[in-house]
Every structure is written in structure tokens, then in C-alpha cells.
């Protein structure tokens, strides 16, 4: 069965033709990073994992491109008036905005390790292209798609849905409707000609924090722009994925779309992928109405919503066991089934590995042609627009055989040695290589081992702080250990750590 994905532009599954045979350009939305990443973040990035992971389990050669906002994301409407999130944190906490933006985004990378998401191969950053996002803006004013106000940049959507006739297509919206609106007394709301319009340059006022120099103003560039910018620089003009939360479609990914064509011609992805909400007891997440949990409430269970904590690698197998477009609910039993699960899972595999036998059967048997059809069919499920939850459902199937030879209901004389091999190394793959779970002996491990690393990075920072004489440094970074717990000495062999 030929790889199927659901096409969002398409509204439908389609085979998967990369533009380019044998290789992938995937582009991701990654967080803006003005705060700690949430749950529901973290289900679109597990699962954008693990269609790189299988993707690369084909054969693919994958360029996987994931940004970091870290300008441009307005608190409401896209205007002058304005503020970006960053910046807004930054005044709040009397911070530098860049210590916002490192702050947090350590954080991301620290809790996406956890749940043991591979790195992107590419992870730009909104303010490392300012020049690239200028440009972009100069040259969809060029083509006659902007227009500019008091020193910002505004995309026209009424003109480029009138030559172009597509804004709208991927999120259903009736650009019609915004058409026909009354425009009476639009400038005393706004600089925008119209209300679909959005600023692809904004004027920063006197006060705001983040600014560049423009032909137009000193400014920032608007949050849809940098992932046009982006995307292209690294994937070109056209490429094969472009994914995100569904609630990206409007307006993000539908402007992106736009930008796109506006500056370059052409819509930027081919397929475009979206993952559904995380719930919570059937209802969507919300701090106000106290229906929320945070990452490491899970992890410790210091939540009334849970009866106890649960690991990264049981919330990780609870979130593929969902398909990625379903809606995704938690609650306390939910994780529960699914630790067991996860835990069954991995037991599983520890006993296939270490079944062996002196007797095989000499000849294929009907066994062995169950096994392999329950492994092609867990191959299918993943190639039917990524379905984790009939994969896993496969997998579950085989663990039946794997158990029946481990108890000698099942003789070794009904297998062939050859397919026990195959299915030794095709459990513990789809396992580790796919869905990306590891033993908790092994999560910990790693966990140990990333830690370790990070100390030691730490410890030669605050040497070079004290070789220097630079003493505020190097008394932060002790400062900061300690209140993790974290003890550092120094001694005649030089530093060591210790948890505290």
C-alpha cells in the first residue's frame, strides 16, 4: 500500500509524490516562545515526529525545518497598535526581550527532549532574516500585492483574491462575505483598507521593544511572514509538507499561502498536514475555568485532575493512540489505560528479544504467514495518512504470537527462524525508530546523559566567568544550580556536580 496522506488543501487523502523522488521537505510551525510550552503544543510536535520518523523509516532523505517565533506574534488584531507577545513578556518581567526568548526556548527544547522528539534539521529564527522578511515585503509590494500606511506594510487581499482567486481555499473561509462587508468609517478602526487585510510590516511605536530599520519604517516584520520567508529559504520556492495545529489554518497558514504566491508565484507546500486539539474532560483546555494541566503536573501528579504522575514515554504512547487529525481527551483513566498499555508494550518486546529455540520448522508455515501479514498490515496502517492507533493495534495483535511462543502454547517448530528474526527486528523498530519510545530504564538513562551534558557545559561557562574575573556571572549560574538543588565544588581536580 503507497504512502496516503490527508491533504488539507485537498480536503481529501492523496498518494504521497514528493516533488523531488527519494526526498522530503517538511516545514513545521514551531512555537512562539513567550512562555512554557503546553500540551497541546507538544501533541503537534510528537506527532509531526513521528511522520519524520516514518518518513525516514521509508527511505525518505528528509529536510525537517521547524521555526522559532521569536518576533512578530501580536496581541490582537495586526496593527500599529499592537504589541507583540515577547515584547509584552519582557516589559512585564523587566526583561531584555532576547532573555524572554532564551528562557523559553531552552525550556521547549528541554520538555520536546523529554518526550524524545527528534531535533529538526533546521531550526531558524524569526530575528535571524529580518533582511530575508524585508525583501519578501519589497517584493509583494512590487508584484502589487501590499500597500503601505503611516510606515507599515499591508497585504491586499481583496486585489489578490480578485487576479488570484484562492485566498480562502485552505480554511474555508468565505473571502466573499469580507468582500461585501461595509467599509464605513474603516480608517478610524484601522490603517487597513479592509478588515482582511493583515500587516506584513508593522511601525513600532516609540515605546516598543523589538525594531529594525525598513524602507518603509523602523519597525518588525508580521508573524505570517516569517514562516514564508523561512520555509522557502530552506525548502524552496515549492516543497512537499507544510504542517501545523489546526487552528493555524486561519489566519496563518492561509496568509502564508498568500504571501507566498504574492511574492514568489507559486503556493508554497504541496500537502499540507494539521493535527486536531488536545481536550480535557471533553471540553477544550482552560485556565479560567481550572480545566487545565500543565507538562509537569503530569510528570508529578501534582494535579486534581490526576490520581498520580505519569512518565513522558506513557503520555507519549497515549498521544499516538489517536490518529493525529482526531480530537485527543484526557483524563485520568485515559493515561492510566495507556501506561498499561505502554508498559505492556515495551514487555513485549523485552520477551520477543530474548526468545530463542534449538528447533525451527523446516518449511513456511501458516504461522509465519499471520506474523507477516499482521506486519505488512501494521506497515499499511502508518501509510494510511499516518494511523499510530491502528498501528498500535497491530503491534498488539503480534504481541499474541510473541506471548504463545514465550509460554509454549505456540512450538518454535511453527515458526520459521527466519520470520521470528524478521519480527525480532521489526517490533523493536516500529517501536524505537517510529513511534519513538524508549524503556523507562532507557528514557532515564538518557535523560542522565543530557543532563550531564548540560552541567558540564555550565561548569566550563562559569570557569571562563571566573578565569575572566567576571563575578556576577559565574555567581548567577552557582545561584541558579543551587535553587534547582544542584550542588557545584570546586576542588584541586578541577569542578563536579551533584543533585542535591
Same mark, same amino acid.
Given at each position: 500500500?503507497?504512502?496516503?496522506?490527508?491533504?488539507?488543501?485537498?480536503?481529501?487523502?492523496?498518494?504521497?509524490? #514528493?516533488?523531488?523522488?527519494?526526498?522530503?521537505? +517538511?516545514?513545521?510551525?514551531? #512555537?512562539?516562545?513567550?512562555? @512554557?510550552? /503546553?500540551?497541546?503544543?507538544?501533541?503537534?510536535? *510528537?506527532? !509531526?515526529?513521528? $511522520?519524520?520518523?516514518?518518513?525516514?523509516?521509508?527511505?525518505?532523505?528528509?529536510?525537517?525545518?521547524?521555526?522559532?517565533?521569536?518576533?512578530?506574534?501580536?496581541?490582537? &488584531?495586526?496593527?500599529?497598535?499592537?504589541?507583540?507577545?515577547?515584547?509584552?513578556?519582557?516589559? =512585564?518581567?523587566?526583561?531584555?526581550?532576547?532573555?524572554?526568548?532564551?528562557?523559553?526556548?531552552?525550556?521547549?527544547?528541554?520538555?520536546?527532549?523529554?518526550?524524545?522528539?527528534?531535533?529538526? %534539521?533546521?531550526?531558524?529564527?524569526?530575528?535571524?532574516?529580518?533582511?530575508?522578511? $524585508?525583501? +519578501?515585503?519589497?517584493?509583494?509590494?512590487?508584484?502589487? !500585492?501590499?500597500?503601505?500606511?503611516?510606515?507599515?506594510?499591508?497585504?491586499?487581499?481583496?486585489?489578490?483574491?480578485?487576479?488570484?482567486?484562492?485566498?480562502?481555499?485552505?480554511?474555508?473561509?468565505?473571502?466573499?462575505?469580507? +468582500?461585501?462587508?461595509?467599509?464605513?468609517?474603516?480608517?478610524?478602526?484601522?490603517?487597513?483598507?479592509?478588515?482582511?487585510?493583515?500587516?506584513?510590516?508593522?511601525?513600532?511605536?516609540?515605546?516598543?521593544?523589538?525594531?529594525?530599520?525598513?524602507?518603509?519604517?523602523?519597525?518588525?516584520?508580521?508573524? /505570517? =511572514?516569517?514562516?514564508?520567508?523561512?520555509?522557502?529559504?530552506?525548502?524552496?520556492?515549492?516543497?512537499?509538507?507544510?504542517?501545523?495545529? %489546526?487552528?493555524?489554518?486561519? #489566519?496563518?497558514?492561509?496568509?502564508?499561502?498568500?504571501?507566498?504566491?504574492?511574492?514568489?508565484?507559486?503556493?508554497?507546500?504541496?500537502?499540507?498536514? /494539521?493535527?486536531?486539539?488536545?481536550?480535557?474532560?471533553?471540553?477544550?483546555?482552560?485556565?479560567?475555568?481550572?480545566?487545565?494541566?500543565?507538562?509537569?503536573?503530569?510528570?508529578?501528579?501534582?494535579? #486534581?485532575?490526576?490520581?498520580?504522575?505519569?512518565?513522558?514515554?506513557?503520555?507519549?504512547?497515549?498521544?499516538?493512540?489517536?490518529?493525529?487529525?482526531?480530537?485527543?481527551?484526557?483524563?485520568?483513566?485515559?493515561?492510566?489505560?495507556?501506561?498499561?498499555?505502554?508498559?505492556?508494550?515495551?514487555?513485549?518486546?523485552?520477551?520477543?528479544?530474548?526468545?530463542?529455540?534449538?528447533?525451527?520448522?523446516?518449511?513456511?508455515?501458516?504461522? @509465519?504467514?499471520?506474523?507477516?501479514?499482521?506486519?505488512?498490515?501494521? $506497515? %499499511?496502517?502508518?501509510?494510511?495518512?499516518?494511523?499510530?492507533?491502528?498501528?498500535?493495534?497491530?503491534?498488539?495483535?503480534?504481541?499474541?504470537?510473541?506471548?504463545?511462543?514465550?509460554?509454549?502454547?505456540?512450538? !518454535?517448530?511453527?515458526?520459521?527462524?527466519?520470520?521470528?528474526?524478521?519480527?525480532?527486528?521489526?517490533?523493536?523498530?516500529?517501536?524505537?525508530? *517510529?513511534?519513538?519510545?524508549?524503556?523507562?530504564?532507557?528514557?532515564?538513562?538518557?535523560?542522565?546523559?543530557?543532563?550531564?551534558?548540560? +552541567?558540564?557545559? =555550565?561548569?566550563?561557562?562559569?570557569?571562563?566567568?571566573?578565569?575572566?574575573?567576571?563575578?556576577?556571572?559565574?555567581?548567577?549560574?552557582?545561584?541558579?544550580?543551587?535553587?534547582?538543588?544542584?550542588? *557545584?565544588?570546586?576542588?584541586? &581536580?578541577?569542578?563536579?556536580?551533584?543533585?542535591?
Amino acid at each position: 500500500m503507497a504512502l496516503k496522506l490527508y491533504n488539507s488543501l485537498a480536503r481529501k487523502k492523496e498518494i504521497f509524490e #514528493p516533488i523531488h523522488e527519494g526526498r522530503v521537505g +517538511m516545514y513545521v510551525c514551531g #512555537p512562539t516562545v513567550y512562555s @512554557d510550552v /503546553h500540551l497541546g503544543n507538544i501533541r503537534t510536535f *510528537v506527532s !509531526f515526529d513521528v $511522520i519524520y520518523r516514518y518518513l525516514k523509516y521509508l527511505g525518505y532523505k528528509v529536510r525537517y525545518v521547524r521555526n522559532i517565533t521569536d518576533v512578530g506574534h501580536l496581541e490582537g &488584531d495586526a496593527d500599529s497598535n499592537a504589541e507583540d507577545k515577547i515584547s509584552q513578556r519582557a516589559r =512585564l518581567e523587566q526583561l531584555e526581550p532576547m532573555e524572554i526568548v532564551q528562557h523559553y526556548m531552552n525550556g521547549f527544547h528541554s520538555m520536546m527532549h523529554r518526550f524524545n522528539t527528534l531535533d529538526p %534539521n533546521i531550526e531558524p529564527r524569526a530575528t535571524g532574516h529580518i533582511i530575508e522578511q $524585508i525583501k +519578501m515585503v519589497q517584493d509583494i509590494l512590487d508584484n502589487g !500585492f501590499a500597500y503601505i500606511e503611516n510606515g507599515s506594510v499591508y497585504f491586499d487581499t481583496l486585489k489578490f483574491q480578485q487576479e488570484k482567486k484562492v485566498y480562502g481555499q485552505l480554511s474555508g473561509r468565505i473571502i466573499e462575505e469580507l +468582500m461585501t462587508e461595509t467599509r464605513t468609517d474603516l480608517k478610524n478602526q484601522s490603517e487597513k483598507r479592509h478588515p482582511s487585510d493583515f500587516a506584513i510590516w508593522i511601525k513600532a511605536s516609540p515605546t516598543h521593544l523589538m525594531r529594525w530599520e525598513s524602507p518603509w519604517s523602523i519597525g518588525f516584520p508580521g508573524w /505570517h =511572514l516569517e514562516c514564508s520567508v523561512m520555509s522557502t529559504k530552506y525548502l524552496g520556492d515549492k516543497f512537499d509538507i507544510h504542517g501545523g495545529g %489546526n487552528d493555524l489554518k486561519f #489566519p496563518h497558514h492561509e496568509n502564508e499561502i498568500a504571501q507566498n504566491i504574492g511574492a514568489c508565484g507559486v503556493a508554497p507546500a504541496k500537502y499540507w498536514l /494539521h493535527t486536531n486539539m488536545l481536550l480535557m474532560h471533553g471540553k477544550k483546555m482552560s485556565k479560567s475555568d481550572g480545566n487545565s494541566i500543565t507538562p509537569h503536573e503530569l510528570f508529578t501528579g501534582d494535579s #486534581p485532575h490526576v490520581s498520580k504522575g505519569y512518565s513522558p514515554m506513557a503520555l507519549r504512547f497515549f498521544m499516538l493512540q489517536a490518529h493525529y487529525r482526531s480530537t485527543l481527551d484526557i483524563s485520568d483513566e485515559a493515561l492510566s489505560a495507556a501506561e498499561k498499555g505502554y508498559k505492556k508494550l515495551m514487555e513485549t518486546n523485552k520477551v520477543l528479544q530474548n526468545l530463542a529455540a534449538t528447533q525451527w520448522a523446516s518449511t513456511p508455515t501458516s504461522t @509465519d504467514t499471520e506474523i507477516e501479514k499482521l506486519m505488512s498490515e501494521t $506497515i %499499511n496502517g502508518m501509510n494510511d495518512d499516518f494511523n499510530t492507533a491502528i498501528a498500535i493495534g497491530k503491534l498488539n495483535e503480534l504481541s499474541g504470537y510473541i506471548h504463545k511462543l514465550a509460554n509454549k502454547q505456540l512450538a !518454535f517448530t511453527e515458526i520459521s527462524e527466519s520470520v521470528l528474526n524478521k519480527l525480532k527486528a521489526f517490533y523493536a523498530t516500529f517501536i524505537t525508530d *517510529v513511534f519513538g519510545l524508549l524503556s523507562e530504564s532507557e528514557h532515564a538513562a538518557q535523560e542522565e546523559s543530557t543532563l550531564d551534558g548540560l +552541567m558540564q557545559l =555550565l561548569i566550563t561557562m562559569r570557569q571562563k566567568a571566573r578565569a575572566e574575573k567576571d563575578w556576577a556571572t559565574s555567581d548567577l549560574i552557582r545561584d541558579a544550580l543551587g535553587e534547582l538543588k544542584i550542588q *557545584v565544588k570546586d576542588g584541586k &581536580d578541577g569542578t563536579t556536580w551533584s543533585k542535591g
